[in-house]
Structures are given as structure tokens and as C-alpha cells.
């Protein structure tokens, strides 16, 4: 009423049914968060309805690696299944898998740091072909590889001397972190965790305390994603307010941001943003060093951009935001321009460009399933729930059957 908007006129706006705005106007049915979100922007409301709606949040949880005494096996089965295992140290030793963690050299001769450098330069072209297999392959096919190298590598510098150590140390911590990632991935949040500070621990003790901040915007993400904004923002916090390199305080800002787009407090996050896109400017790129965060993303922040504005109830100019830079990101990369895709089908289905949104995701179904993301079944999942507004939309029934295949073969989704 003080907009000066009718019924009719919310509708075409927000793009949810007559009848359901009227049973939500009314009491008889509770609004969303999205929804929430999206009438707040329609009626200039300045976050306060976005404030009655809040995402809800779940209470933090501890890292699996507090436990002192647990330790994630992968089993592997004959088949060419895999799974992740929590066990007690004890029965690992017990049962004479102790080597899988703490296998020694078992007497072969340390080695100088001029001959460690070519062992260095092997493992650094190694994790970076991993990167770009992980961008095409699902991620519990590279697990059972990448595990084995952040272990060979750990033993490898503990023959080493000097530099070569800590190199090795730094290294083996990059294996474990994408490991985390690829975990998160397969949908093992624990798992995530677990192999997230196991990166930690390898950096500081490879003297990389950039790594240590990183493992930190990690942590912060797997909570984002579980629905504790409360602890990702702690966790982000602490690399904003550290002396972390700007791209790490850049990845932190754009993550944080997210965050608050999530509560509808739009002021916070453009703030962030806005910071995000100054540190990622300042960040000079060492040739030396392997990129942390997305590497085959030209620019992150305006991605994440995007996304804030989708949960900000602003589809429209997400989905501008997004097309910009899904056109951008090479075709090899498949993982990330499957999850951009989604994201801006996502978009344009929250704007009412249905039609739009089911040409866009019908070849993105194919490559989900070859990428076997928990993340981009998330968001599946969620154009699952949009699109389902329109049962009688021509492009939506036909293109039904093929999402519920896609989220009956998906791992479990994400939780935002």
C-alpha cells in the first residue's frame, strides 16, 4: 500500500502466483527466505522484511580434527567405489593400515636441496594438472591420487633439507586442501573439514602462514554452505583483520559478503564486495606461487557479484552480471561454467525468464552429472523448487524428467 502497487503489479515483480502472495499477505502461508528477499527489493523496503525472514541457521559445529584420535581413510572397493571412513588411530595401527598415514622411508638416504628442486617442480606441474582434471572429472575418481601425493610428499620432505623442506611442506599442503575441496565436492562435508586442517597443519609446518589463512576462508565457506553464516563470518573475519596477502583477504571479503547477502543486508554487503574487488585488483600474480582460490574464474569478485545479487532479490542484474562472465570462462573448464550456468538459470528463472532459464540448464544436466558436483546440486536443486512454480510451463515439463535424473545420480547437494 505505500508503495503504491497493487497485488497484480507485486506479481509481475516478484514472479510468485496471485494466490500465493495473498495467502502470505494474510497469514495462511509463511514467506520464504527468497521470497522475503525478493519483495523487500520490489518495495524498497531497505532489508526490513529480509529481516523478519531470516535464513536460518544451524549451530557451529567442531572441526572432525579436534578429535585427536580420528583419522579419514578412503576405502576403495573392487568395483571402482570409494568411500571416506572415520576410525580410531588405534584400530589403524591395529589393523596394520598405520602405513597409510605414517608410512616411513624407512632408512633411504636424506637428499640436498639442489636435488629435492626437481622433485619440487614435478609436484607443482602435478597439482596443477590435477586442477584442470578436477574441472572435467568426478571428484572420488582424483581422491584416491591426491591423497597418495599429499602422503608421498609429506614423507618426500622429511628426507629433504632447508628450503626443499619447507617447499615440499607447502606443496603437500596444496594436495591436502584441494583434497578438502574435492571432498566437499563428492559431498563429505566432515570429510572437507578434516582434510582442510590436516592443509593447515602441513603449511605452518612448512612455514606457509599464507596457507593457514587460506584454510581459514575454506572452513568459512564449508560453514556458509552447512548454514552457519555466524561462524563463516567469524572465520572470514579473522583473514580480514590479519597481515594475509590481498588476494586471501580479497577471497575472504567476497565470501563474507556472501554471508550478508544471505541476511538480506544489502549496505554490508556491496561494502564487501566493493572491498573484495579492490584487494583482487591489488593481488600481483607470482609465477613462482599456484594460484589459491579459483583459477580458471577471470574474475571471482564479479562473480560472486552475481550471486550476492540473486540472494538479494535482485535476479535481474544477477543474471546480467553472470552471463558477462559464464561467456568468459574457458570451455575446458567445465566444473566451474557448469556451476556459473546453473547459477544463471537460477537467475533468470527468479526473474521470470522461465523459458530462458530451461534453455540454459537442458546441456548443463549432462555435464553436472560428468563433474558429479554436491555443489551444483545444490543449486539444481533449488531451480528444481523455482521451476516447480510453473507445472504448466511447456519448457518446464519437458525438461522435468531430465532434472530428476540429474539429482537421482547427483551427490547429496550442497546446503546453500
Not at 61 to 86: H, I
Not at 140 to 163: K, W
Request: charged share 20%.
Amino acid at each position: 500500500m505505500a508503495a503504491g502497487l497493487t497485488l497484480d503489479r507485486l506479481v509481475e515483480q516478484v514472479h510468485y502466483s496471485k494466490s500465493h502472495l495473498s495467502k502470505v499477505e494474510t497469514g495462511q502461508k509463511r514467506p520464504t527466505p527468497d521470497l522475503a528477499r525478493l519483495c523487500d527489493t520490489a518495495l524498497g523496503a531497505g532489508g526490513a522484511l529480509a529481516a523478519l525472514v531470516p535464513v536460518p541457521e544451524v549451530p557451529s559445529r567442531p572441526s572432525p580434527s579436534q578429535n585427536d584420535g580420528e583419522v579419514w581413510l578412503l576405502r576403495m572397493e573392487k568395483n571402482g567405489s570409494n568411500r571416506f571412513e572415520s576410525v580410531n588411530r588405534r584400530q589403524v595401527t591395529a589393523a596394520g593400515a598405520g602405513s597409510v598415514l605414517a608410512v616411513g622411508l624407512g632408512g633411504l638416504p636424506s637428499f640436498a636441496d639442489e636435488q629435492g628442486a626437481g622433485l619440487v617442480d614435478a609436484s607443482r606441474l602435478l597439482f596443477t594438472q590435477f586442477r584442470r582434471m578436477g574441472q572435467s572429472t568426478a571428484p572420488r575418481a582424483l581422491l584416491p591420487a591426491l591423497i597418495a601425493q599429499t602422503h608421498g610428499i609429506e614423507q618426500e620432505a622429511h628426507r629433504a633439507g632447508g628450503r626443499t623442506r619447507g617447499q615440499l611442506l607447502a606443496l603437500a599442503a596444496r594436495f591436502a586442501e584441494y583434497a578438502g575441496w574435492m571432498a566437499q565436492e563428492s559431498g563429505s562435508e566432515e570429510a572437507a573439514l578434516w582434510w582442510t586442517d590436516r592443509a593447515v597443519e602441513l603449511a605452518r609446518a612448512g612455514a606457509d602462514d599464507h596457507l593457514s589463512y587460506y584454510g581459514l576462508v575454506r572452513r568459512g565457506l564449508i560453514s556458509l554452505l552447512h548454514g552457519d553464516i555466524a561462524q563463516a563470518t567469524e572465520l572470514t573475519e579473522q583473514v580480514l583483520n590479519s597481515d594475509a596477502p590481498p588476494r586471501i583477504r580479497g577471497l575472504a571479503a567476497q565470501q563474507q559478503a556472501q554471508g550478508y547477502a544471505l541476511r538480506g543486508d544489502e549496505r554490508a554487503c556491496m561494502r564487501r564486495l566493493d572491498e573484495a574487488h579492490e584487494l583482487l585488483g591489488r593481488a600481483e600474480p607470482d609465477p613462482t606461487m599456484l594460484v589459491l582460490g579459483s583459477s580458471h574464474v577471470p574474475d571471482v569478485a564479479s562473480m560472486y557479484t552475481g550471486w550476492c545479487l540473486y540472494h538479494l532479490g535482485r535476479p535481474g542484474r544477477a543474471a546480467e552480471i553472470l552471463t558477462r562472465e559464464w561467456n568468459r570462462i574457458p570451455a575446458h573448464a567445465v566444473r566451474s561454467r557448469t556451476r556459473c550456468g546453473v547459477r544463471l538459470a537460477l537467475a533468470h528463472a527468479a526473474d521470470g525468464e522461465v523459458e530462458h532459464a530451461c534453455e540454459i540448464l537442458r546441456p548443463l544436466l549432462g555435464q553436472a552429472g560428468l563433474v558429479h558436483s554436491a555443489t551444483i546440486a545444490s543449486d539444481v536443486k533449488r531451480l528444481a523448487r523455482l521451476l516447480g512454480r510453473y507445472p504448466r510451463h511447456a519448457a518446464v515439463r519437458s525438461l522435468a524428467p531430465d532434472i530428476a535424473t540429474a539429482l537421482a545420480t547427483l551427490p547429496p547437494p550442497a546446503s546453500r
